[in-house]
């Protein structure tokens, strides 16, 4: 049996950069890109209630494709004069192995999700369930493993539980990190 080393081990590291999020939509005054940084601004669903789980609400990310960085002319202002753009053409999509998330919801123990569906696609139009995990109801940062699935290019979490439905609340999502380990 071989010994894991460093090499083949997954990343420890979250997923999140040179992509984008995806959500099923945010009320004015928040902000989805607040979901994928370690401060304490949150994003909520525009869907509340019972259409979070009927609509549904969803939130993910879509990790791109790959980029080089391309010199600009010598006379382009700036402090780094290149831009980036794609590698090949056409777009080649960046592909990842999420089998583990890190999630943090909202303070308000209504606000949160109690199980969700994780779904990847790699046309955004056709989405495979992955897995479906039971969420602790706290508001810290809690690590669940997912199912062992394939690489795709996006990844997205969908409420099927959720605990704010008799207040018509919105699903508040604080952080959310996609690890391949």
Sequence with gaps: FA????????ST???IGEGFPLSSGTPAGWNVNDAFDVNDDSWK????GLAVITAPAYLGYDFGTKKTKVPMPAYTPGPDPQVTSDRYAPPAPIKKHV?????K???DPLSRASQVRVEASNDGVN??????????????LVTYGIKSSSEYEMWRLVP???????????WEVIQLQMLED
């Design 3 to 10: 010994l894991l080393g460093i090499h083949n081990q997954g």
């Design 13 to 15: 590291i979250d997923l």
């Design 45 to 48: 669903s525009i869907q509340q």
């Design 99 to 103: 089998r583990t998330i890190k999630l």
């Design 105 to 107: 919801q909202g303070d």
């Design 127 to 140: 989405w495979i369930r992955v897995d479906v995990v039971n969420l602790m109801n706290v508001p810290d």
């Design 160 to 170: 099927l539980m959720f605990n704010g439905i008799s207040a018509n609340l919105s």
